[in-house]
């Protein structure tokens, strides 16, 4: 089928809009999860708009107290960047998680993002980093938060003809501690069962910002704002950490319901939670744990 696509391969965020204007257009980033669908004949595509020309949105760098990613980065530079292992290890783990090294080296973030998979393995990771998302389409340029973005399984809110070109996130703060642990049912290759992203950071022995974000365990990966109160002015250490993972847990059953599948993921999703906040609190992600 992929002889009756059209291409096309625009140089500019400009001429991806205009393009992007036609029915049946839709942009391409690395590939690895619409090619699939495509071969499958599930998306009704009549023509691809390949972003890869577009060289602004291969940069990772730093703009004030922000840190920016275009959108077609791929998982193997946020692996490799000097920046991001320094400022944001645990997005840096996240993308060491998704697939095999094939797919690192052409997945992107935009499109780990714009796929929406509940296990997404970049999307809690950038939920504890407060994300938001840079949207270009005919109505111009528009900015939200990376969890309002997600609508659903699958489901983004982005308008027709509107297309991720930008990642934008604060630099944590001084004396933070952060950690992002996977579940698959095996080492590689595999979808998470359940992943968890924390950012803690302690100060005169007490939490003063805890974000706790998880996937694969509600419609979409969010964070916890219970748990993430339970930590706050606490003391870090055993009965907080218990206290948050069991709260996480109890927020999965109340948004998805009890039922025997997920009542076998509560204890697995409390001690990977309560793994977390450990690393977490210890202060830093060790190096070469990617």
């Keep these: 089928m992929f002889k009756d696509l059209a291409y096309c391969r625009p140089t500019t965020v400009a001429e991806a809009i205009e393009a992007l ?41 730093v703009q004030g107290e922000e840190i920016f990613l275009g959108s077609m980065v791929t998982l193997r530079q946020i692996m ?12 840096a783990r996240a993308a060491a998680a998704v697939g095999s090294p094939r797919i690192r080296n052409r997945g992107t973030i935009g499109g780990n993002i714009m796929n929406a998979s509940p296990a997404g393995d970049t999307l809690p990771a950038l939920l504890a980093l407060e994300a938001s998302v840079i949207l270009s389409g005919p109505g111009g340029e528009r900015r939200l938060p990376l969890a309002e973005l997600l609508a659903g399984p ?54 003063r910002v805890a974000r706790l974000a998880a996937g694969a365990v509600t419609p979409v990966p969010r ?11 606490a ?44 690393e977490a609190g210890d202060g830093h992600i060790k190096p070469g744990s990617y």
């Design 21 to 61: 204007k036609r029915p049946g257009s839709r942009a391409l980033a690395g590939g690895t999860d619409l090619v699939v669908r495509l071969r499958e004949g599930r998306e009704g595509v009549t023509m691809v708009v390949d972003l890869s020309g577009i060289r602004a949105l291969g940069r990772i760098g």
């Design 223 to 233: 964070r916890f704002p219970e748990a993430e109160a339970l930590l706050l002015g």
């Design 235 to 278: 003391a870090p250490g055993e009965e907080a950490f218990h206290a948050a993972a069991r709260e996480v847990a109890a927020g999965m059953v109340r948004e998805a319901g009890q039922r025997h599948p997920l009542a076998d993921k509560i204890p697995v999703v409390e001690a990977l939670v309560l793994r977390a906040l450990r």
């Design 154 to 207: 699958y489901r983004t809110r982005a308008l027709p003809g509107e297309f991720l070109t930008e990642i934008r996130f604060p630099r944590l703060p001084a004396g933070h501690g952060s950690s992002f642990l996977k579940l698959g049912r095996r080492n590689a290759l595999a979808v998470a069962r359940i992943n968890v992203a924390a950012v803690l950071q302690v100060t005169d022995k007490r939490i």
């Design 80 to 91: 490799d960047s000097a920046l991001l292992r320094h400022e944001a290890p645990l997005l």
